[in-house]
């Protein structure tokens, strides 16, 4: 076998990335690498996914070549999950546990009905009222409605909390002083909030309005997105992976290992900001722009609602695995998340988007995971924003 350098082999893998966007838009999340490189792919055409798949296997037979060990098993966990998605491409039939296994480097499976049974006898307590369904459905509905934020006061709320969660942030992460956020409003989207990263420490955040807003998941979100989420992340891996030679950083791309370790760090991204007493900070944020929010009964409502975490996945296991229609999924979703008719077909929206359809197990095996390596001795934060991180690698370090 022909040696393959280091550069090389990371230029290929780039090109490898870079036409995958050209079966599917979207799929190169982020790209700030050379833009001639993306330039040539893009002027090569649209790729025979078969022949992308066995370019894919190639070099991942070619690894290590003169790579670091940690260097070339990022890349081959990130080439396995694109050897899936262009077998997938190519027609082939994928059972949905092993497509998810394939991205995510997870293993999923279908929870206990009875954690959703105790997550609803927890909520019935924190709003007040009999564990029946008829009744937690309505009580909850009255709840979320009345903690939606008003439209012409969502854009004040987003520049607050960005403002305040930036100011927190850079108490303990160092940010470059150039780096900047710019949120906006969108709708018909399948998904409630997106960062686009740009480079040079740019993002572009942008909010969907066909999902209400709530005041107790607006904090969330822009944590998620921004600060520490999706935005810090992306900021100190261009400084310091890519500004030390990592070349395989620049890229971002859809149902890769790389999806699971960003989601998990972006949901757990608001605690590692405020703590868990957060939703007491946000009461104080509201305040100041003149509207109300008690922390108490959010903090209670959200307690029960963890429980629930796993709702979504299942719903997609039953969709895809289990061959349910999707008049069956909706009902499934709606009895337990106590949501309509309407936002359980937007949440199956997501579910049935050729590329975004396994993406749900990012947010829940992700949360899961990277919420254990936190909790153990040697996980912190600031390492996943920092790190090339992979699941097999958080497992590795639990076991241990």
Same mark, same amino acid.
């Given at each position: 076998?022909?040696?393959?350098?280091?550069?090389?082999?990371?230029?290929?893998?780039?090109?490898?990335?870079?036409?995958?966007?050209?079966?599917?838009?979207?799929?190169?999340?982020?790209?700030?690498?050379?833009?001639? @490189?993306?330039?040539? &792919?893009?002027?090569?055409?649209?790729?025979?996914? %078969?022949?992308?798949?066995?370019?894919?296997?190639?070099?991942?037979?070619?690894?290590? *070549?003169?790579?670091?060990?940690?260097?070339?098993?990022?890349?081959?966990?990130?080439?396995?999950?694109? +050897?899936?998605?262009?077998?997938?491409?190519?027609?082939?039939?994928?059972?949905?546990?092993? !497509?998810?296994?394939?991205?995510?480097?997870?293993?999923?499976?279908? +929870?206990?009905?009875?954690?959703?049974?105790?997550?609803?006898?927890? @909520?019935?307590?924190?709003?007040?009222?009999?564990?029946?369904?008829?009744? $937690?459905?309505?009580?909850?509905?009255?709840?979320?409605?009345?903690?939606?934020?008003?439209?012409?006061?969502?854009?004040?709320?987003?520049?607050?909390?960005?403002?305040?969660?930036?100011?927190? %942030?850079?108490?303990?992460?160092?940010?470059?002083?150039?780096?900047?956020?710019?949120?906006?409003?969108?709708?018909?989207?399948?998904?409630?909030?997106?960062?686009?990263?740009?480079?040079?420490?740019?993002?572009? &955040?942008?909010?969907?309005?066909?999902?209400?807003?709530?005041?107790?998941?607006?904090?969330?979100?822009?944590?998620?997105?921004?600060?520490?989420? =999706?935005?810090?992340?992306?900021?100190?891996?261009?400084?310091?992976? %890519?500004?030390?030679?990592?070349?395989?950083?620049?890229?971002?791309?859809?149902?890769?290992?790389?999806?699971?370790?960003? !989601?998990?760090?972006?949901?757990?991204?608001?605690?590692?900001?405020?703590?868990?007493?957060?939703?007491?900070?946000?009461?104080?944020?509201?305040?100041?722009?003149?509207?109300?929010?008690?922390? =108490?009964?959010?903090?209670?409502?959200? !307690?029960?609602?963890?429980?629930? $975490?796993?709702?979504?996945?299942?719903?997609?296991?039953?969709? =895809?695995?289990?061959?349910?229609?999707?008049?069956?999924?909706?009902?499934?979703?709606?009895?337990?998340?106590? &949501? *309509?008719?309407?936002?359980?077909?937007?949440?199956?929206?997501?579910?049935?988007?050729?590329?975004?359809?396994?993406?749900?197990?990012?947010?829940?095996?992700?949360?899961?995971?990277?919420? +254990?390596?936190?909790?153990?001795?040697?996980?912190?934060?600031?390492?996943?924003?920092?790190?090339?991180?992979?699941?097999?690698?958080?497992?590795?370090?639990?076991? =241990?």
């Amino acid at each position: 076998m022909t040696a393959i350098d280091d550069d090389e082999i990371v230029t290929e893998y780039l090109r490898i990335g870079l036409a995958f966007d050209l079966l599917e838009d979207g799929f190169v999340d982020a790209y700030t690498g050379d833009p001639a @490189l993306r330039a040539q &792919v893009r002027d090569e055409g649209t790729p025979d996914p %078969v022949a992308l798949g066995r370019r894919a296997a190639r070099l991942r037979d070619q690894l290590p *070549g003169g790579l670091p060990a940690d260097r070339a098993e990022f890349i081959s966990s990130h080439l396995r999950a694109l +050897e899936c998605s262009a077998a997938k491409f190519a027609g082939e039939d994928i059972g949905f546990v092993d !497509e998810v296994r394939a991205y995510f480097d997870v293993d999923i499976s279908a +929870e206990d009905p009875e954690v959703y049974r105790q997550a609803h006898r927890k @909520l019935a307590d924190a709003l007040g009222v009999a564990d029946r369904p008829e009744a $937690l459905r309505d009580a909850y509905t009255a709840y979320r409605r009345a903690g939606e934020i008003p439209a012409d006061r969502l854009g004040d709320c987003v520049t607050a909390f960005s403002s305040a969660l930036r100011d927190e %942030v850079r108490k303990s992460v160092d940010l470059p002083v150039e780096e900047t956020v710019e949120f906006e409003i969108v709708s018909d989207q399948p998904w409630s909030g997106f960062n686009y990263y740009l480079g040079d420490y740019r993002s572009r &955040v942008a909010i969907n309005t066909d999902v209400p807003q709530h005041f107790s998941a607006l904090p969330h979100l822009v944590a998620h997105e921004a600060y520490p989420g =999706h935005h810090t992340e992306h900021c100190r891996k261009e400084k310091l992976l %890519v500004g030390g030679g990592q070349g395989e950083q620049t890229i971002f791309l859809v149902n890769t290992p790389q999806c699971l370790m960003a !989601e998990g760090l972006a949901d757990h991204a608001l605690r590692a900001a405020i703590g868990p007493d957060w939703p007491l900070w946000a009461e104080t944020i509201y305040a100041d722009l003149g509207l109300r929010f008690d922390a =108490h009964r959010a903090t209670a409502v959200g !307690e029960a609602t963890a429980g629930l $975490l796993a709702v979504r996945q299942d719903a997609a296991l039953l969709l =895809h695995d289990r061959h349910a229609d999707a008049d069956e999924v909706a009902a499934f979703l709606s009895r337990w998340l106590l &949501v *309509g008719q309407d936002r359980a077909r937007q949440m199956l929206r997501f579910l049935t988007s050729p590329l975004w359809r396994a993406y749900i197990s990012t947010y829940v095996e992700g949360y899961r995971l990277l919420g +254990e390596w936190l909790d153990a001795p040697g996980g912190a934060f600031n390492r996943l924003l920092d790190e090339p991180l992979t699941p097999a690698l958080l497992r590795a370090e639990l076991a =241990h």
